[in-house]
């Protein structure tokens, strides 16, 4: 999948019921950013339930590039809850 950049202003995403929806979830059931385990704990969590639901054919996509966005996104949560964490810089 070819990735491209794609620009947003705040309008877009003040005016986006999607992004609402995003911003009050967060706030319910916030994830701890500066926690690498939890971060990979939610996002191994999401990519299961949306691989069993595209396998239960349980989500439908409208056009190929729903559907590539969707498959781009679930590939880059894959490759951070997969990628092995470099050896510490600490010396004990």
Known sequence: MESKSITCSDDDLENSPTFQKLVVLSRLDPIN??????VDQALAQDLITLVRALDNKT?????RADEG????LMLTCRTIVSQIPPPSNTKH
């Open 33 to 38: 950013s500066c926690n690498q385990t939890e």
């Open 69 to 72: 966005a969707f498959f781009q």
């Open 59 to 63: 989500i439908k996509f409208e056009n």
